[in-house]
Every structure is written in C-alpha cells, then in structure tokens.
C-alpha cells in the first residue's frame, strides 16, 4: 500500500497515448524487433540461471558456522547467520546500484551497448567461478558480481527496448525478454542440487558441504 501511494502521488499525470501492437501481430513481424534483442535474450537467460541458482551455495554452509578461509578447517570460523546477512548485504549492492549505473552507461551505439552486455555475462561467470572455490570469504564477492552483472543487464535492455525498439513492440520485446529469463530460472533451480554436489567436490569440511 505504501509504494502504492508513493506510485500515484508521485507519478507522472499527464496523458499520454501509446499505441501497442496485439502480442500477435508483434511476433509477426518479429523481424522487425527480435534480431535486436537476441543478445539481451541471451544475457537475461544467464543472469537469472545464475540467480536461481544461487542456492547451491547457501546450501554448503552448514549452521552454526562458516569456515571463512578453507573448507576443510575448523578454523576462523564466523555465525552463519552473520555471514549470510552480509552476503544479503552484497547482493542488494550490486543489484541496485549497477542498474542506475547502466541507465547512465547506455549509448546510441549498439557496439558499445553489446560491449557493456558481453562485459555484464562476464561478470556473471567469473562470479560463478568463484563461488566452485567454496571459500568462503570469496563468496560475497561472488555473488556481488552475479547481482552486479544481472542489475547491468536489467539496465541496459530497459534503455534498448524504451529507445531503439520500435514502440508498438515494446509489450512483446519486454514479455519475450522476460519469458526467456523464466527459462533461465527453471533451468537453474531445477540444477541446484547438481551444482551443489559439483561445487562441494574436494570441498567437504565440518562445516560445509
């Protein structure tokens, strides 16, 4: 109710008149606006398999502690409530700040734009990279990077579709970028497990995996 009131109160009155195309006859003339959102598909399935599967690691940290620099030990050891709390921290950081970031970042150039896209995907695996260490001190890096490149990723197809999209198929770009998001993250929930037991190889310790 809150953000409601925050939405009507302050949201721009005056009116304005956009005309959508029907959803079918926007993927009718798909030609016109898929070919330009190809690689925004291809971000936005990465990034949310990546979020989806963010679990994995919450899964090999076993309460009460987390062992902070090797698996193995019993040493250095943090509450784990503690750790996640700031892992949390991490995550809403990179998320929400790199999305403002991106808006500023966009540019009429499509090279560029696809630069700052391929540097987001980047991010995204080299955070997963470093959460197969299962170290833990690694880990809120990791998933900072993860949330930075997805936040990227939200910023920069926001821009794409709002100025390089033609307007009647911005119902249909969105819906389809969206769609294949939840592609993403049924593919990575549904590995969870699988991810979990390729990222604990090596790494079973008191207090993980």
């Known amino acids: 109710p809150f953000g409601f009131y925050i939405f009507w109160h302050f949201a721009p009155h005056d009116k304005t008149e956009l005309k959508t195309a029907n959803f079918g006859a926007s993927l009718r003339q798909a030609c016109a606006w898929m070919p330009k959102m190809l690689p925004f598909f291809a971000a936005q399935f990465l990034s949310h398999f990546a979020m989806e599967n963010w679990p994995a690691i919450f899964y090999m940290f076993h309460p009460p502690k987390v062992p902070l620099f090797d698996p193995l030990s019993d040493q250095h050891l943090v509450d784990w409530g503690q750790f996640f709390a700031v892992t949390y921290i991490f995550i809403f950081l990179g998320d929400s700040i790199s999305r403002r970031i991106a808006i500023y970042i966009s540019t009429p150039s499509l090279k560029k734009r696809l630069i700052c896209l391929s540097v987001a995907m980047v991010l995204i695996v080299v955070g997963l990279c470093l959460e197969s260490l299962a170290i833990a001190i690694l880990i ?14 939200y910023g920069l197809t926001a821009h794409h579709v709002d100025k390089h999209i033609p307007p009647e198929h911005n119902l249909a770009s969105y819906s389809c970028w969206c769609f294949i998001g939840d592609l993403g993250a049924i593919l990575g929930g549904l590995l969870v497990e699988n991810t979990h037991d390729l990222f604990c190889q090596g790494h079973v310790g008191p207090y993980e995996c």
């Open 140 to 153: 809120p890096i990791a998933i900072f990077l993860v949330f930075w490149g997805n936040g990227t990723i």
